[in-house]
């Protein structure tokens, strides 16, 4: 291919092609393939979120895992997510980091909260699991932790588990202390 420059400027008033005729859409930008061009998403600037959770006395009813109601619809930060009270949904298909915190109070004893993700109301498996409270010598606090990454599909959404590990008891999921900070990394 011979090598062509150009010291003038260029105004482009149409579309501009890649290498297989596409004229790409807003905000993505031109890249080079190696051998050709090719449209491509811009991911400098990755969406992500943060929002409470909301109090919840059922997290320790069942030893079945299921998907909660406890997504603060009102977000602290956000950058294109929307939301249901049980569901996080991203902006677009993508691979997510995912960190959720939950902080809980009981009286009763020997109580232990297990926490897993959902993508799609689909477990991923990891689970959180460290939430025993003992309810005795003013121990009635505790807390899981829930991070890893999670692959979401276009119009996917995350959601949160809980189920019961350890003896019933009412548990106390504490709104002001708890919650899920979802980030786009790829």
């Given amino acids: 291919m011979a090598k ?31 051998t050709s061009t090719a449209w491509i998403d811009d991911n400098s600037n990755k969406p992500y979120t943060k929002t409470k ?3 919840n006395t059922a997290i320790n009813n069942s030893t079945t895992l299921g998907v909660f109601s406890v997504i603060n619809t009102s977000p602290v930060q956000n950058s294109g997510f929307t939301f249901t009270s049980s569901r996080v949904i991203p902006p677009s298909a993508g691979v997510y980091a995912v960190d959720v915190m939950a902080y809980y ?20 498996g990891e689970e959180a699991a460290m939430g025993y409270i003992r309810a005795s010598s003013g121990h009635n606090e505790s807390s899981l932790t829930w991070s890893s990454i999670v692959d979401v599909p276009a119009g996917g959404y995350i959601s949160i588990g809980f189920l019961r590990l350890g003896n019933a008891g009412t548990c106390v ?11 786009k990394i790829s």
């Fill in 105 to 124: 109070t009981s009286t009763a004893a020997r109580v232990n909260v297990g926490m897993q993700v959902a993508v799609n109301n689909t477990f991923t």
């Fill in 4 to 34: 062509k420059y150009t010291t003038d400027s260029i105004t482009i008033t149409e579309g501009l092609a890649d290498g297989t005729g596409e004229t790409g859409t807003a905000g993505q930008l031109l890249s080079s393939t190696g």
């Fill in 53 to 55: 959770l909301t109090a």
């Fill in 173 to 183: 999921l504490d709104a002001t202390r708890s919650a899920i900070s979802v980030y």
